[in-house]
T-cell receptor
Framework: DAKTTQPTSMDCAEGRAANLPCNHS???????VYWYRQIHSQGPQYIIH???NNETNEMASLIITEDRKSSTLILPHATLRDTAVYYC????????????FGGGTRVLVKP | DTGVSQDPRHKITKRGQNVTFRCDPI?????LYWYRQTLGQGPEFLTY????????KSRLLSDRFSAERPKGSFSTLEIQRTEQGDSAMYLC????????????????FGPGTRLLVL
């Protein structure tokens, strides 16, 4: 699986949009971009994933650049409960493959 | 859908003792994964089952570790002769078969079992 690079940490204001970047310059054509988050002392929680088109669900939006070398997870209206470590993961989709977690981005939502 | 459950949630043991953890996946999820997470790090893959077959094992899974999924439903992870370095959160995840999930296949995690070896 391709490696990802994320900022170590970032702060955002409650009620504002949080934009979390991820670089995956070595991504292959059959690899999907997945985002998970982990709130303190809990198991990781699936957020969203995509291949090349932008995706949106009730939790977030995923914007993937045209060359697929980077992506941005957008939390449209951050709340205090969104404080967590966010992991960007690239893997071959639907192959029953393991998820390879990096260090993630520690996001602190401030009031 | 009650989610992935794990038992116990916390375990404290003395070095050299054996411990066993249980994971109950979401019903109809035939794939089951075990991960380990140490403090400040992301989860690391340990092993993966499809139904009762163990299809992949990480090099992290030393011979002191054994995982089973005898009837393709719940799974157990046993650690023999525990060491202090085994202290970690042990996470279980499950996912639907590809034939049902297709490109929407994703893993859902349980709350984890936190192990402390003294």
């Amino acid at each position: 699986d391709a490696k990802t690079t994320q900022p170590t940490s970032m702060d955002c204001a409650e009620g504002r949009a949080a934009n979390l970047p991820c670089n995956h310059s070595t991504i292959s054509g059959n690899e999907y971009v997945y985002w998970y988050r982990q709130i303190h002392s809990q198991g990781p929680q699936y957020i969203i994933h995509g291949l090349k088109n932008n995706e949106t669900n009730e939790m977030a939006s995923l914007i993937i650049t045209e060359d697929r070398k980077s992506s941005t997870l957008i939390l449209p209206h951050a709340t205090l409960r969104d404080t967590a470590v966010y992991y960007c993961i690239v893997r071959v989709g639907a192959a029953g493959n393991k998820l390879t977690f990096g260090g993630g981005t520690r996001v602190l939502v401030k009031p | 859908d009650t989610g992935v459950s794990q038992d116990p949630r916390h375990k404290i043991t003395k070095r050299g003792q054996n411990v066993t953890f249980r994971c109950d996946p979401i019903s109809e999820h035939n794939r089951l994964y075990w991960y380990r997470q140490t403090l400040g790090q992301g989860p690391e893959f340990l092993t993966y089952f499809q139904n009762e077959a163990q299809l992949e094992k990480s090099r992290l899974l030393s011979d002191r570790f054994s995982a089973e999924r005898p009837k393709g439903s719940f799974s157990t992870l046993e650690i023999q002769r525990t060491e202090q370095g085994d202290s970690a959160m042990y996470l279980c995840a499950s996912s639907l078969p590809y034939r049902l999930a297709g490109t929407k296949e994703t893993q859902y995690f349980g709350p984890g079992t936190r192990l402390l070896v003294l």
